[in-house]
Structure formats: structure tokens, C-alpha cells
């Protein structure tokens, strides 16, 4: 069975500040690994995605995750926190079967930014 | 081009009353999923089809809940019975159905049961 486990519910950072979220996975096989952040009010969006190429993942709004097999995590990193960084980060498993592309969602993690 | 869109954004309905939500996926892309996100479940998965194969049921909470795609594009989200447990956000997606592509995500309904 797939899951993933998101450490912290809730994480404060200041501007400016390391942002790091975790993502923990449970999975037979490595699986296909996603991240994603909801604004406020706004539907989901993609921010990386983990699909089995390189272990280490840029994506948008200067966001990068690595893939650590022998960890099974795939931690959400950005150097500088930004105040538009404010948002609910969710970490996503997709069974790398072909077929099955359905997505198992950890339980999110609300990033808060300090001005 | 246009993304997922749903209807209604909002629904409000009694107990027991039956509950039809639409999704209007991105126009050729073969697979589609509906998910529920509510405060206590976090985000669920509830069904998923791709192309003309029988649909992923496995995430469906209760008999009460059935979905259909119509000629592999518009899909429709029924909840029969509805009960204040079904009070939620419910979100489709759809991806091009190979494993591992991305799933773009609608606005979502926001269902609510009094």
C-alpha cells in the first residue's frame, strides 16, 4: 500500500529564512513522488514532481525536493522564504504501476511566513 | 487553454437529498479523477478513469457514492442520501494517462449537508 507522512502540521519561518518541509513514504517499490501547495482559496497546483530520473527535483517558485531512497523521503526545500510562500503544501504518492495514477495525499502542511 | 472546471462552486443541500456534481476535464486528456477533501480526512481519494476501462472504485466510501464519464470526457459525481459526513470539498483532476504525469486539479465544490 502507498502512503506518504508529512512531519508537522503546522511550520513558521521568517522571511528570508530556510523553508523545509518533510515528506516520509511507505511504498514496496519507489514510487512516483509529487508535491503539492494550495493558496488560499485556490485549487491545488503543482509545485515539483518525482518521477524515477534525476533524485534531486527543481520546480516552480524556487522550490527543489531530493528524492532519498534509503531515507524513503522526499523533503521540500527553498533557500529564501517569501511572504507569497504562505500556502498548504501537500506531499503525493502515485504507484509507479502503468495504469494506476491515482494520488495518496499526506495530511498537509501549512507553511506560515514571519514579515 | 482552459483548465478543470466544476459546478456548482457551492451546494448546500438537506439530509437525504441527493447530490449531482459535474466536472469538465482538460480537453484531451484521457484520464480523470475525483478526490474529497474535508478538515478531519485531509485528501481522499475516491475514483478514477481512464479512457474506455472500467473506472478505480476502491476509494469510494459508501454505496451511496457513484461517478460516470460520459464518452471518455465530462464526469459526474453523484452522492445519493447525502449525510452531514459528505459535507466537504470535493476536487477533480485530470492528467494525460500515462503513470506519473502531472494531474491539473479544478476549483473544487464545496459541499455542504445541513
Known amino acids: 500500500a502507498q502512503s506518504v507522512t508529512q512531519l508537522g502540521s503546522h511550520v513558521s519561518v521568517s522571511e528570508g529564512a530556510l523553508v523545509l518541509l518533510r515528506c516520509n513514504y511507505s511504498s514496496s517499490v519507489p514510487p512516483y513522488l509529487f508535491w503539492y501547495v494550495q493558496y488560499p482559496n485556490q485549487g491545488l497546483q503543482l509545485l515539483l514532481k518525482?518521477?524515477?530520473?534525476?533524485?534531486l527535483v527543481k520546480g516552480i517558485n524556487g522550490f527543489e525536493a531530493e528524492f532519498k531512497k534509503s531515507e524513503t523521503s522526499f523533503h521540500l526545500t527553498k533557500p529564501s522564504a517569501h511572504m507569497s510562500d504562505a500556502a498548504e503544501y501537500f506531499c503525493?504518492?502515485?504507484?509507479?504501476?502503468?495504469?494506476?495514477?491515482?494520488?495518496?495525499f499526506g495530511t498537509g502542511t501549512r507553511l506560515t511566513v514571519i514579515p | 487553454g482552459a483548465g478543470v472546471s466544476q459546478s456548482p462552486s457551492n451546494k448546500v443541500t438537506e439530509k437525504g437529498k441527493d447530490v449531482e456534481l459535474r466536472c469538465d476535464p482538460i480537453s484531451g486528456h484521457t484520464a480523470l479523477y475525483w478526490y474529497r477533501q474535508s478538515l478531519g480526512q485531509g485528501l481522499e481519494f475516491l475514483i478514477y478513469?481512464?479512457?474506455?476501462?472500467?473506472?478505480?472504485k476502491s476509494g469510494l466510501p459508501s454505496d451511496r457514492f457513484s461517478a460516470e464519464r460520459t464518452g471518455g470526457s465530462v464526469s459526474t459525481l453523484t452522492i445519493q442520501r447525502t449525510q452531514q459526513e459528505d459535507s466537504a470539498v470535493y476536487l477533480c483532476a485530470s492528467s494525460l494517462g500515462t503513470s506519473g504525469n502531472e494531474q491539473f486539479f479544478g476549483p473544487g465544490t464545496r459541499l455542504t449537508v445541513l
Open positions: 503525493a504518492v502515485s504507484p509507479p504501476q502503468t495504469g494506476a495514477n491515482n494520488l495518496f
Open positions: 518525482y518521477t524515477s530520473a534525476a533524485t
Open positions: 478513469f481512464q479512457g474506455n476501462s472500467a473506472p478505480d
